[in-house]
């Protein structure tokens, strides 16, 4: 149980197109997801939570027009990247946890690598 | 602010023998919960344990066991027995208790890549 999912796991695109990368949480139901940004061997980084109903909720210094975030369902959140440029290139990781207590265990998604020419 | 410092950038561990990843957090809160987690290459995260700021027992799960010392706040993962499958990134993380806007938001440390020799 407890698995998440991501689409695409890896992604290749032109400077100033827009991608959209899935979250989806497959066995059970995430009120919240979260998504996270990590460079080549360095951490992860909170870029934002994504709440399902409302609107998401950005870390400071994450632009939330670059970052489009959609929490569609209980089980799906999407984060598209308009107009990516190569320093956007990064692996994104998103999270989602079945429970409701504030320190329940956060289940990860596969990553998905992008690419920015 | 919560911090998580893991001072480790590498770790080097021989097949069978017990490897420990240290780990150090700073929070005001008092309800909290540490995870660790293992990253492969391949990129995903792996949840390998968890403890609750009020657990008085150690956390353990299989070959994992976490040290906990709270007066310290430290955290560190022992692995007991390492297989060469256990080289990878291994990440220290927190989360903070009390819901509001902190409700599951993780902090992680910087990292340690294990590197388990046959």
């Known amino acids: 149980g407890a698995v998440v999912s991501q689409h695409p796991s890896w992604v290749i695109c032109k400077s100033g197109t827009s991608v959209k990368i899935e979250c989806r949480s497959l066995?059970?139901?995430?009120?919240?997801m979260f998504w996270y940004r990590q460079f080549p061997k360095q951490s992860l980084m909170l870029m934002a939570t994504?709440?399902?109903?409302?609107?998401?909720?950005?870390e400071q210094g994450v632009e939330k027009d670059k970052f489009l975030i959609n929490h569609a369902s209980l089980t799906l959140s999407t984060l598209t990247v308009t107009s990516a440029h190569p320093e956007d290139s990064s692996f994104y990781i998103c999270?989602?946890?079945?429970?409701?207590?504030?320190?329940?265990?956060?289940?990860f998604g596969p990553g998905t690598r992008l690419t920015v020419l | 602010a919560q911090k998580i410092t893991q001072t480790q950038p590498g770790m080097f561990v021989q097949e069978k023998e017990a490897v420990t990843l240290d780990c150090t957090y700073d929070?005001?809160?008092?309800?909290?919960?540490l995870f660790w987690y293992k990253q492969p290459s391949s990129g995903e995260m792996i949840f390998l344990i968890y403890?609750?700021?009020?657990?008085?027992q150690n956390a353990t799960e299989g070959r994992y066991s976490l040290n906990f010392q709270k007066a310290r706040k430290s955290a560190n993962l022992v692995i007991s027995a390492s297989q060469l499958g256990d080289s990878a990134m291994y990440f220290c993380?927190?989360?903070?208790?009390?819901?509001?806007?902190?409700?599951?938001?993780?902090?992680f440390g910087q990292g340690t890549i294990l590197t388990v020799h046959p």
């Open positions: 993380a927190m989360s903070l208790g009390a819901g509001g806007t902190s409700y599951g938001k993780l902090t």
């Open positions: 994504s709440n399902e109903g409302s609107k998401a909720t950005y």
């Open positions: 999270s989602a946890s079945p429970g409701t207590s504030d320190t329940d265990t956060q289940y």
């Open positions: 066995d059970f139901q995430a009120t919240t």
């Open positions: 403890q609750g700021s009020y657990d008085e």
């Open positions: 929070t005001s809160d008092q309800s909290y919960g």
